[in-house]
C-alpha cells in the first residue's frame, strides 16, 4: 500500500526513516513530509495517490479527499475529529481512527495551569515586573478549597479531576452519564445550570458536536459566579466566544483560561478575547507536549500496522 504521512507530527526525521525501511520491508511505499502545509493544494498533492494518510489537525475538506480517489484509510494524530469531513469519508469507505488519549496528561495539567495563572495574575504580574513595577495591593486567590465544576467526565475530564482532587477542592461534574470511577473521587454529579451557578471555577472537557456547539452559552455564562472564572482546553465553539469576552469585560465573571478558538491561532488582533480583560490566552498547546508526542507517534502508527494487518476497528 501507498502510505503518506503529510506533516512531520514532532517527530524526528531518523524516526520517520526507520518507519519508512519497516515498511519497504514489507512491501508497502512510505512517504514522509518534514513541513507543515495546510493549503489545500499542497494536501491534495501529497494525498493524491495515498491509500493510507496520516495528518494531525490540519482542516481536510471534501475538496481535497474528492482528489484522493485510491484512500482507504486515515490514522488521524489528533484526539477531535471535527476538521475532517467525516460524511464525506463514511460516503465513501475511507476508515477514519484517531489517538485517542495520547495528550490526556498533558490537557489535564494545561488546565490547572490556566486555573493558576488566573488566579495568581501569573502572566500578567510577569509582564508587570519586566516594567518596573510590583505586586502592589494585589491578592490572588488560591486553588486548595474552590468549588470547581468539570463539564464532562471523559478521560481528561476525569484526569483533571483527580489532580484537583489532590489541590484540596471541591468537585462538581456534568456528563451526560455518570462514572461510577469519577464518584470514588468524592465527585457530585449535577445538572449543567446549576454546576454554572455553584461553581468557583469552570472547566470544559467535552468534544465539539452539534450538541455541543455554544452548550457554553450567553445564558449559562450569565449563571456564573462574579467571581468565577472559565477555563476551555476543550474546543472553542462549545462556547459563545463573543458572550464570554463580553462578560469578561463588563466584570460579571471574574476571569479565563483560553486554549482553543473557532479557530486555529494565529487570531487576528480584533478577536474579541484578545482584547477582553482577565483572559490568559494561549495558541493551543494543551496537546503539545514531548512526552504526549512520543506517545501520539506510538498510537498513530501502530493504527497504520494494525491497518495493514487487517485488524483495524471500523
Known amino acids: ?51 493510507v494518510a496520516i495528518i494531525s489537525n490540519i482542516k481536510l475538506p471534501a475538496a481535497v479527499l474528492q482528489q484522493c480517489p485510491n484512500l482507504r484509510y486515515l490514522s488521524v494524530a489528533f484526539t477531535g475529529l471535527d476538521h475532517i469531513d467525516l460524511a464525506y469519508c463514511k460516503e465513501n469507505n475511507i476508515t477514519v481512527q484517531n489517538a485517542a488519549g495520547y495528550s490526556t496528561v498533558a490537557v489535564s495539567e494545561l488546565a490547572i495551569g490556566l486555573m493558576l495563572d488566573v488566579l495568581r495574575r501569573i502572566t500578567v504580574l510577569d509582564g508587570t515586573l519586566r516594567q518596573g513595577g510590583s505586586r502592589g495591593t494585589f491578592l490572588g486567590r488560591e486553588l486548595h478549597g474552590k468549588t470547581v465544576g468539570v463539564v464532562g467526565t471523559g478521560a481528561i ?53 452539534p450538541e455541543t456547539h455554544h452548550l457554553i452559552s450567553r445564558q449559562r455564562i450569565a449563571l456564573m459566579k462574579p467571581n468565577a472564572i472559565l477555563v476551555n482546553t476543550a474546543r472553542g465553539n ?18 479565563a483560561g483560553i486554549d482553543v478558538y473557532e479557530q486555529e491561532p494565529p487570531l487576528p488582533a480584533s478577536h474579541p478575547l484578545l482584547n477582553a480583560p482577565n483572559c490568559v490566552c494561549v495558541p493551543h498547546i494543551g496537546y503539545a507536549s514531548r512526552e504526549a508526542f512520543d506517545i501520539r507517534a506510538d498510537i498513530v502508527f501502530d493504527h497504520v500496522r494494525n491497518f495493514l494487518q487487517g485488524q483495524h476497528t471500523k
Not at 531518523?14 to 493549503?39: N, P
Not at 483533571?160 to 462514572?179: D, P, V
Not at 454529579?189 to 472537557?205: A, E, F, G, K, P
Open 1 to 51: 500500500m501507498n502510505i503518506v504521512c503529510v506533516e512531520p507530527l514532532g517527530i524526528s526525521e531518523s524516526s520517520f526513516q526507520s518507519l519508512q525501511s519497516e515498511f519497504s520491508a514489507q512491501g508497502h511505499t512510505f512517504t514522509y513530509y518534514m513541513d507543515r502545509r495546510e493549503d489545500e493544494a499542497t494536501l491534495t498533492e501529497r494525498m493524491r495517490t495515498a491509500e
Open 157 to 209: 475530564g476525569t484526569a483533571t479531576l483527580r489532580l484537583l482532587k489532590a489541590f484540596g477542592c471541591q468537585l462538581l461534574a456534568y456528563n451526560r452519564s455518570e462514572h461510577a470511577e469519577v464518584k470514588t473521587l468524592g465527585v457530585e454529579y449535577t445538572d449543567l445550570d446549576n454546576l454554572m451557578r455553584q461553581s468557583d471555577i469552570v472547566t470544559l472537557h467535552i468534544p465539539l458536536t
Open 238 to 255: 462549545v462556547v459563545d466566544i463573543e458572550a464570554l469576552a463580553e462578560a469578561l469585560t463588563a466584570g460579571h465573571i471574574a476571569g
